[in-house]
């Protein structure tokens, strides 16, 4: 093979080394792992250090070496090597043939012939023969080291292949794993498959847990009788006795079967694993090729990056080109990314409408995408990863458009808004884009078109990128500065981009809103989210649509959702809409009711029956200038982010759009998800909307009252229960978009029943009324003989819960049946026994009258005579209508909230208050005359939640509904007229006694006691006046200009003037040591000491103010400025002495002078009383001696320091000083565990040494001696004193470039070692003792050394190691001081660190610190840390290194060694050789854990 074998794919060129003067042609590697020569690379680089691949695009960034700095191709350089050795092996063999060529015989002849003739012939043979030796034994030595290297080339050769055919089998391992986890992923709808399964399981545990509870309370009064007049006896053996009905339960799941298969194509896949993983022989050169598939980094199940672009027409893609190579498939296949290119003859839809269709088989898609452009997490834009090598082909087919002379703009072109035309981004690339906003020269508003010449600026949307920008165009430049960014797209241009939709998809993640309402996307979550997507690719999950944005969650890994960690990170919550009973959210003034009996002309905004429909005046000029504002308001661009709505509340007001109208709307309910249901206030008609469209209403908005009049058709009924369907659409042909008169009949009731006549010649007109009733379409009332009965609203029990609980009066039924189908107040409003059926937090409770259970028992008995045997009848179930349900076997009273694809309806039972979920075959319609609801909800009075929320805690919510649902209790309504209705609730406890409830919560500290204040009668009037639909007519007409009337002014007494003096000052202890006890220290710093005396008379102190305190009276309102001391009632309920430091509020700032803690109390528990005023102060204020705080004062974790180290113990306290006010602080020495105080803050930095004082020997005082007797012992020469200690001597090595034996004594990184000397003369002393024999006699007599005392840094000591003995260290800091003291040492000999509690710390004595450190600390040179490593776990104090390359060297550093001293600043370094005279690291490179340095 020759040298010029391989060739460059752009130029053909060969790659050739470099040989003399001639420069090489090396094949260097892009990112994207396509190789070109040097020549063609340095044409492709541009200015901005940036190589662009010509197959793939791919960009590749170069250094400051440009293209020399890129990585070369190591195989295709071993090919070139090994076919230059062929080549001169070749040449030198002819050379040698012809050189060593064997003369004719002849010559050999005449030689032997004239050998004896010629007398120096035989001196020149020994010459020659010497020669010929040499040259044989040169030649024998090269032929073995040949050999030799030959075989271990060859083994390491075969080693290298082996080793990566097993990393490409391993590549291949995960490459099938992630197919598994792909496909495993796609077994959602197996889960869906049985959930009609699940239903049904949980519909017998249900009945199973009815059955045991009815057994039990059965067995309780089988064995006390009395308990009957407790329970419903009757339901309890109506439950025990329902017969199981076996086939009313759906057991055809146990043999469904999902359809779902997994096959594997072994044929294909045998193919494929031939194709994909080979070895090829090259010129007996080995190289491993791996396909694309399984060599290229992308995720999952990502498109690799293509070797060449196609080139033929955009078609419509399958899943991508990797469809052929992957051969297990699942029969039913997951939904992948929808064709990019469309027939030109179909419209061009948005492609979240393609995943409509997949959407129905799996309720979660799954893609892969990159972020383009982030507005924040509701508004973004992605690409779909098996989408690149479309844009990749559109790109190309764009650039083609732009770079003929066609796309130029001309004189007679012009621009318009909305048009598409392309702009040049980047270099060499053009994007299409839409035009937004259009400016002309010398005008400032924007245009709809304009010429290209007079273009000054423009805004532009990329289609495929998601995001705007706007550009401006010099003016001076003309046509040519205008095509230079922009170009127009011609007819056929137009087209054939048209075919290709937009890239960029817009999205918002799932149920995800800001964290701050009010204000909305901080910034901070947009960055956060840009930071956690980065440019990867992440795995998409597709939810569903919200109009034209997909409902998404974005994962980078399998585990962090982005969702989830916006809501951990506090940058946002999940979307849970704002039910809470007790708000009161803003409302719109109710409709002005019309006077009776006059006319007025209006016309009918929407109908729903005869006996439901809206009017709306025409005559209101008010009406139509708020309408305009509003449309006006609403419309500019801004609107949407500066009214956006995020978590809506129900009854709120808001505003949103009808038929591209702005409108009133109030919310009515939540259907789920992300939408709501609105009633559009002054038309009636409702709607579910998407919360995105409602926006918030400004005040001025609601200066209008609702103009929407909800009404009926008087004196006329349906024929049958409702008015049928030809009934209805005859009315709506009769009134809609007509001017009608409008007669009402009545205004105080809902709805307000009305006449309505058509407006022609004869007034006044034909009644609608009469054209129902010739029709045949209804009934006049005034025919039939029926009693006169209210409207059916106020009969029929209507949830939501939220509406007013009234009082109703039901229909007088026939003397011969006494039968009450709803619920009506007694006039006693006290002493109420009820029953508590359901609740959902202590502003939502349901409860039934027990009054009222012979009437209900009455009702579930004709239900079920009425239905127990009727056959399920064909009817189509709608959310709202009123039924007769069977629940487990019992006939109730319901009302359906909503049915789903599977039969199954939700069913809020009437006369209970919880909601079950029933088939639609448990269902049966409920007649008129039992329409109604035994029902009361209540809220409890005179409380709040706790915390500060407007809505209850869960905690809250469970714990009342663990003790209240189903107990029995007394009810006291306080207040009817609110909703729900406020009562106070009394259950029994253990002791027989009946307890408030509300107050029982707030014992718990789960709820707090209602403030009182003048708002709340103010909020009482406005829910009077606008809710309430009971109130004469007077109070329901309000106009927009008046205000509630303002309540009475409360008289609050003036507060009483208090005056009292402080406690006297502590009695201070004598200079010198004192045991004291620390009890509080303050936040300047300031240290609170006790004596022991203080403390046992504190304990009588306490006791003395308990008597005290109930002999004062009561508390007034005082004036607290004239107060300092006075008695505080603490959190143990004892009362203590205090001084008043501030007043806060309804809190007062007091300190307890006893014991020097600080508190802000409320001031009902402080009494402005001094007393005990013969017992001072029982607590020393104390401040350290000779330091100074950093800053003007201790910081806050000083203070938290000094509160670790001193709180609640008893230490040794030396006062040093007196202050001349008692009052003041007392300079103070503290010793802790032996410590000074002083030192231990400025060893950790917060204080400095005073440099007033002389010495640093008087910072610190000594622990004070031993209270001895006085003896007159001679101690004359038994004490000698202690001689200090200096640092160690350094260990003193070779400083010339030469050779000397060492040993490694510890390794912290391959890099970082210590170093021994092996030269005895260096390691002994001149006597001849070494350091060895030194410890030896010293540890035998250890016990008789000196614990260590004083910890300076860089202190000398013996520290114990593990295996018991002392050995020579020095100190390098504190690492904990509480719950002990414990330092960080380090063993000099040996260069290891070590963490100690003093106790195992000794003096060093003197004989051991003369001699040097046996280790010193170097530092290896030639390599440093591997740039590219996949090894994941590393060192954690050196994160650089691995593991691995850290044991490696470990058994590199074994065996003999020798070093070399390379430099000595700033950091001793030195090479180490092994025995081999060999570098160690060299192996350590060669394995790809370090490069060279």
């Known amino acids: 093979m020759s040298e010029t074998a391989v060739t460059c794919n752009i130029c053909g060129e060969s790659y050739t080394l470099p040989e003399d003067e001639a420069v090489g042609n090396f094949p260097h590697v892009l990112l994207c792992s396509h190789i070109f020569c040097s020549t063609c690379l340095r044409a492709l680089e541009s200015p901005q250090k940036v190589i662009t691949c010509p197959e793939c695009q791919m960009e590749t960034l170069i250094g400051e070496e440009g293209v020399d700095g890129l990585e070369v191709d190591s195989r295709i350089i071993g090919l070139i090597y090994t076919a230059r050795i062929n080549t001169n092996r070749h040449s030198g063999d002819r050379w040698k043939s012809q050189r060593f060529r064997s003369p004719p015989s002849y010559a050999a002849v005449h030689t032997q012939e004239n050998a004896e003739g010629r007398p120096d012939v035989v001196k020149v043979l020994d010459e020659a023969l010497i020669k010929a030796m040499e040259n044989l034994n040169q030649l024998d030595t090269l032929h073995q080291t040949l050999a030799d290297g030959i075989h271990g080339q060859l083994r390491k050769e075969r080693t290298r292949i082996v080793r990566e055919i097993d990393d490409a089998i391993i590549k291949a391992k995960s490459i099938l794993m992630k197919r598994r986890s792909l496909l495993v992923s796609k077994l959602n709808a197996v889960d869906h498959l049985f959930s009609d399964g699940w239903k049904e399981c949980k519909r017998i545990e249900e009945r199973v847990k009815d059955l045991r509870t009815a057994i039990q309370k059965a067995r309780h009064v089988r064995k006390v009788p009395s308990l009957e007049t407790y329970c419903n006896l009757d339901k309890i053996l109506e439950t025990l006795q329902i017969p199981v009905d076996v086939e009313s339960y759906d057991m055809s799941c146990l043999s469904l079967r999902s359809g779902l298969s997994c096959s594997l194509q072994i044929d294909h896949f045998t193919d494929s694993m031939r194709n994909c993983l080979k070895i090829t022989d090259v010129d007996d050169s080995c190289a491993e090729e791996v396909s ?115 796309s130029h703009f001309t004189c007679k072109d012009e621009i318009k808004k909305g048009s598409m035309i392309f702009v040049y981004w980047k270099e060499d690339v053009w994007c299409r884009v839409t035009v937004t906003e259009l400016f002309r020269k010398e005008r400032f508003q924007s245009v709809t078109k304009c010429p290209a010449l007079e273009v000054s600026r423009l805004c532009v949307y990329f289609q495929d990128y998601g995001f705007s920008k706007g550009l401006s165009i010099p003016s001076e430049g003309g046509l040519s500065s205008l095509n230079e960014c922009l170009r127009r797209p011609d007819a056929s241009a137009l087209l054939d981009i048209n075919g290709w939709a937009p890239l960029a998809i817009k999205c918002s993640l799932q149920d995800i809103i800001p964290s701050d309402l009010v204000n909305g996307w901080t910034s901070e979550a947009s960055d956060e989210m840009r930071r956690l997507l980065g440019s990867e690719a992440v795995e998409m999950q597709v939810f569903g649509k919200d109009g034209d944005t997909l409902l998404v969650d974005m994962r980078k890994t399998a585990t962090v959702s982005l969702r989830e960690h916006l809501v951990f990170m506090e ?30 002309n209006a016309m009918v905004a929407h109908v729903n029956s005869p006996s439901d429909f809206y009017v709306q005046q025409v005559e209101n000029m008010e009406y139509l200038l708020l309408h305009s504002k509003l449309q006006d308001c609403y419309s500019h661009p801004n609107a949407d982010q500066e009214f956006q709505i995020y978590c809506p509340s129900i009854s709120q007001a808001y505003v949103a ?93 809902r709805p307000v029943p009305v006449c309505l006549y058509e407006i022609g010649d004869d007034f006044p007109g034909t009644s609608i009324e009469d054209i129902l009733v010739r029709n045949g379409l209804a009934v006049s009332s005034k025919q039939i003989q029926v009693e006169d009965t209210q409207p059916m609203e106020t009969t029929v029990w209507d949830p939501p819960f939220e509406e007013e609980v009234r009082s109703v009066v039901p229909t007088p039924p026939p003397a011969s049946e006494d039968l009450k189908p709803s619920l009506s107040l007694p006039t006693c409003l006290k002493d109420i026994r009820v029953r508590v059926t359901h609740v ?58 909503s049915v789903s694809t599977s039969g199954v309806a939700e069913v809020l039972r009437c006369d209970f208050g919880n909601k079950v979920n029933l088939h639609v075959n448990n269902l049966r319609p409920l007649c008129a005359d039992l329409i109604g609801s035994f029902l009361l909800e209540c809220n409890l009075s005179g409380i709040r939640p706790a915390g500060g929320r407007s809505t209850w805690t869960a905690t809250a919510c469970d714990f009342i509904s663990l003790y209240l649902t189903g107990a029995m209790a007394v009810m006291n309504i306080k207040e009817t007229t609110a909703r729900p209705v406020l009562v106070s609730l009394f259950c029994s406890n253990r002791a027989g006694q009946n307890v408030n409830f509300a107050d029982f919560l707030i014992s718990e500290g789960l709820a707090l006691k209602e403030r009182k204040a003048a708002s709340t009668s103010e909020t009482v009037f406005s829910e009077e006046c606008v809710l309430s639909e009971e109130v004469s007519e007077a109070q ?127 001031v009902c528990h402080v009494y402005p009383k001094v007393l005990c005023e013969d017992v001072p102060q029982l607590c020393v204020p104390c401040q350290i001696n000779g330091v100074i705080p950093i800053g003007k004062g201790w910081q806050w974790d000083a203070v938290v320091l000094m509160k670790e180290l001193l709180l609640g113990r008893s230490v040794n306290v030396y006062i040093m000083e007196h202050p001349e006010n008692p009052c003041d602080s007392v300079t103070v020495e503290i010793m802790v565990d032996g410590m000074a105080l002083s030192k231990i803050m400025v060893h950790h930095q917060y204080a400095t040494f005073d440099t007033a004082i002389s010495s640093q020997e008087d910072y610190v005082v000594q622990p004070p001696a031993l209270d001895l007797d006085d003896w007159d012992l001679n101690t004359e020469g038994l004490e000698e004193p202690q001689p200090v200690l200096g640092v160690y001597k350094e260990l003193q090595i070779p400083k010339e470039r030469k050779h000397f034996p060492a040993k490694v004594k510890h390794i912290r990184t391959p890099n970082e070692v210590f170093l021994c000397v092996m030269e005895k003369s260096l390691r002994k002393l001149e006597q001849g003792e070494c350091l060895e024999e030194a410890l030896e006699c010293v540890n035998e007599s250890v016990e008789n050394l000196s614990l260590l005392t004083d910890f300076p840094i860089e202190c000398p000591c013996l520290a114990e190691y593990s295996d018991g003995k002392y050995y020579r260290a020095k100190l390098l800091g504190f690492s904990e001081v509480t719950p002990s003291v414990k330092l960080l040492v380090r063993h000099v000999d040996f260069g290891s660190d070590d963490i100690l509690p003093v106790n195992k710390l000794r003096q060093l004595p003197a004989s051991l610190h003369h001699y040097p450190c046996a280790a010193v600390y170097v530092k290896l040179a030639g390599f440093k840390p591997a740039n590219v490593s996949l090894e994941m776990e590393r060192i954690p104090y050196r994160p650089e290194w691995t593991m691995k390359a850290m044991l490696e060297m470990i058994d590199l550093l074994n065996g003999e060694l020798t070093a070399v001293v390379t430099a000595t600043e700033p950091q001793l370094t030195v090479l180490l050789y092994n025995a081999k005279g060999t570098l160690v690291h060299k192996r350590l490179v060669e394995k790809g854990l370090a490069d060279y340095d």
């Open 1036 to 1162: 329901r007409i309000v106009s927009p200009s008046q205000t509630p009337p303002t309540p009475t002014p409360r008289f609050n007494p003036q507060p009483e003037r208090v005056q009292t003096r402080s406690y006297p000052p502590p009695e201070l202890p004598p200079c010198g040591n004192t045991l004291m006890s620390i009890s509080a220290i303050s936040e300047q710093g300031v240290i609170y000491a006790m004596t022991h005396q203080a403390v046992c008379e504190f304990d009588r102190l306490r006791e003395r103010l308990q008597q005290h305190i109930k002999t004062l009276p009561r508390q007034k309102n005082y004036n607290w400025k004239g107060v300092l001391g006075c008695a505080v009632m603490g959190t143990d309920m004892f009362w203590y002495r205090g001084q008043v430091q501030e007043v806060i509020g309804g809190h007062v700032k007091v300190r307890y002078v006893d014991q020097g803690l600080v508190e802000s109390i409320p």
């Open 292 to 406: 694309d598939s399984s060599s290229q980094s992308v995720p999952r199940n990502a498109d690799p990056i293509p070797k060449k672009q196609s080139t033929h027409s955009p078609r419509f893609m399958d899943g991508g080109g990797d469809a052929g190579t992957e051969k297990v498939e699942i029969a039913r296949s997951y939904p992948v990314a929808e064709p990019r290119c469309n027939e030109r003859n179909r419209p061009l839809k948005p492609r979240w409408q393609h995943l409509e269709k997949s959407s129905t088989q799996q309720p979660k898609l799954v893609h892969y995408a990159l972020a383009t452009h982030i507005v924040n997490p509701g508004h973004f834009y992605v690409r779909y990863l098996l989408e690149r090598k479309t844009g990749q082909k559109l790109t190309k087919k764009i650039n083609e458009f732009c770079s003929g002379e066609n």
């Open 571 to 600: 940058l946002a919550r999940f979307y849970s809409p704002i039910v809470a009973p007790g708000s009161v959210p803003l409302l719109f003034y109710p409709p002005v009711p019309p006077k009776i009996n006059v006319e007025f």
């Open 657 to 749: 759009r009808y038929d591209q109208e702005w409108c009133r709307v109030q919310v009515t309910g939540f259907p789920g998800g992300r939408m709501v249901e609105v009633r559009y206030v002054d038309f009636g008609y409702r709607k579910t909307l998407s919360v995105k469209d409602l926006r918030q209403i400004k005040d001025e908005f609601f200066a209008l009252p609702e103009m929407a009049l909800w009404c009926s058709l008087n004196d006329v009924v349906s024929l049958q229960k409702t008015w049928s369907d030809e009934a209805c659409d005859m009315f709506k042909e009769l009134v809609e978009n007509k001017l009608l008169t409008v007669v009402a009949k009545q205004s105080n009731t």
């Open 840 to 897: 959902t937090s202590p502003g939502n409770i349901f409860v039934q009258l027990l009054q009222f259970d012979s009437q209900l028992k009455r009702i579930h008995d004709t239900l079920k005579s009425l239905f127990s045997k009727s056959e399920p009848q064909e009817m189509h179930w709608k959310a709202e209508m009123l039924c007769a349900a069977n629940n487990t076997g019992v006939w109730e009273r319901g009302k359906v909230c």
